[in-house]
């Protein structure tokens, strides 16, 4: 936006009321900010795909962050705000229906979009999000895992490269589903050899779109998460700071009680008639 001269500080010279928005996958600073990477890349970094699995099992996405969180909480969030609005203009309030069957559902439509062009099928491990060998976790020689979605062509290419395999025929053919399932294996075994940490140090500063598969305690202290102050420790207890992240606030962890310390109010409270 900033290269068509329509970045932040240009519109908002123009109209200062303006609420300008932009998502990304690794936000606006940290060390990570301009490197290329995916679902899967930003929710291992973050610690949210960490205990989506059995032990010792490659993770897979959280379900309760799809449904719950996203279908349900967040599409009420939007709903609510929307009656708002709607009632501040025309005076007149709503009922906000958010099922979480209808946005869970809805959250769908990128993924059905694929199937115009065939990147979706039918049989499960078959398309280009659930199949693919560039679509993966895979564990490192210690136990630990990485997460790798080098979607796009070029970035695929760099993904082969710093691994050594762009020579090899068969990689080189990356949408051939027939040899998904070989070519996983191949790099289940490759990946398991080394430990994460060396795999992490071999792609960094790269858009190979490859990342660390972090718990939230650990994911606090790496540099892109810690340049962010995405985890912050408030009164001993972990927990995410606020976002999404405005230009003109700062964000000033609250409080979090010890266990009891409210106690006797509470149950002043309720002894009252």
């Known amino acids: 936006m900033e290269r068509l001269g329509l970045g932040p500080d240009a519109c908002l010279t123009v109209n200062p009321r303006l609420v300008y ?35 010792g099992e490659p993770p897979m996405a959280p379900p309760t962050l799809v449904g719950d969180i996203g279908g349900g909480a967040l599409y009420l969030v939007v709903g609510m705000l929307a009656g708002i609005i709607n009632a501040r203009t025309r005076g007149k309030g709503t009922v906000v229906d958010a099922a979480i069957v209808d946005g869970s559902a809805h959250m769908m439509n990128l993924l059905m979009s694929l199937g ?10 078959q398309s280009l999000l659930d199949g693919p060998h560039w679509c993966r976790v895979y564990r490192t020689s210690e136990g630990s895992f990485i997460s790798v979605q080098c979607i796009e062509p070029k970035f695929y290419a760099l993904f082969l490269d710093r691994l050594g395999l762009a020579a090899d025929p068969n990689f080189a053919r990356q949408f051939d589903r027939e040899l998904w399932p070989e070519l996983g294996d191949r790099l289940a075994a490759i990946f398991a050899a080394k430990p994460r940490d060396e795999w992490i140090s071999l792609f960094e500063g790269s858009d190979a779109c490859v990342g660390p598969v972090l718990g939230p305690h650990e994911s606090a202290l790496h540099p892109h998460m810690a340049a962010r102050g995405t985890w912050q420790a408030v009164d001993g207890a972990l927990q995410a700071a606020a976002a999404p992240r405005f230009s003109s606030a700062r964000w000033t962890p609250p409080k979090c009680p010890a266990r009891g310390e409210h106690d006797a109010e509470i149950r002043a409270d309720l002894a009252e008639p």
Do not use: V
């Not at 990304?24 to 291992?44: E, F, S």
């Open 21 to 55: 928005g932009r998502m990304t996958g690794w936000g606006q600073d940290g060390p990570l900010a301009a490197t290329a990477g995916h679902d899967m890349n930003y929710i291992g970094l973050s610690g949210a795909l960490w205990y989506a699995s059995l032990p």
């Open 116 to 125: 115009q062009s065939g990147a979706l099928a039918t049989e499960r491990g």
